[in-house]
């Protein structure tokens, strides 16, 4: 149980484009999703919390119009990189919490975003 | 001050031994402490979690909890190569009015098990 996909699990993309990631509880609700990305060798970042029928939270710094955020059911969010540039590039890692299982967070496999 | 700070690595133990990591955290209000493991270029995974005061065991795993100290560890009984991974401490600080579950992670603990 507490499955959480991630697709695709690595894209390469022009400079410029933008790049979709969605992220899906497949066997349980999750009411709220986050979003880290991680350089090599640093810790996680929390980029925003998604929760669903409502807009994202953002953490200070990043900047909602480059990373939009839709978490229009209680199993699936998505990421969308628009305009991406090489500084974007990054691993991309969702998270959801269970609805009904406290503060308990789930990965996905993550996103390995390479911007050309 | 950092909300999250765990013992500084990179912690190297033999197979067999046991690997202790640590992690101190901020907020007196937390209710909730996660450890999870990393591998290189993989995402988080959950090993453990522990709500209560004391210790709270899962096969080679044992969480300990001190609320009054602020503290959490994880302890890795018999070590395997296979433990080589790098260890995250997660807190969710509801004293900070943190309501959606957001957990603050610890920058991790780096462990080398060797032959």
């Known amino acids: 149980g507490a499955v959480v996909s991630q697709h695709p699990s690595r894209v390469i993309c022009k400079s410029g484009t933008s790049v979709k990631i969605e992220c899906r509880s497949l066997?349980?609700?999750?009411?709220?999703m986050f979003w880290y990305r991680q350089f090599p060798k640093k810790s996680l970042m929390l980029m925003a919390t998604?929760?669903?029928?409502?807009?994202?939270?953002?953490e200070q710094g990043v900047e909602k119009d480059k990373f939009l955020i839709n978490h229009a059911s209680l199993t699936l969010s998505t990421l969308t990189v628009t305009s991406a540039h090489p500084e974007d590039s990054s691993f991309y890692i969702c998270?959801?919490?269970?609805?009904?299982?406290?503060?308990?967070?789930?990965f996905g496999p993550g996103t390995r975003l390479t911007v050309l | 001050q950092k909300e999250v700070e765990q013992n500084s690595g990179p912690l190297s133990v033999p197979e067999g031994a046991i690997a202790s990591l640590n992690c101190t955290y901020s907020d007196r209000g937390s209710q909730s402490f996660f450890w999870y493991r990393q591998y290189s270029g993989k995402s988080p995974e959950l090993i453990m979690f522990?709500?209560?005061?004391g210790d709270k065991e899962d096969g080679r795993f044992t969480a300990q909890l001190n609320k009054a100290s602020q503290y959490v560890s994880l302890l890795i009984r018999d070590s395997q190569p296979s433990d080589s991974a790098t260890y995250l401490c997660a807190v969710n600080m509801y004293g900070r009015g943190s309501t959606l579950g957001r957990l603050y992670f610890g920058r991790g603990t780096q462990l080398t098990v060797w032959p």
């Open positions: 998270s959801a919490r269970d609805t009904q299982g406290g503060d308990t967070q789930y």
């Open positions: 998604s929760n669903e029928g409502s807009k994202a939270t953002y």
């Open positions: 066997d349980f609700q999750a009411t709220t």
């Open positions: 522990i709500y209560s005061n």
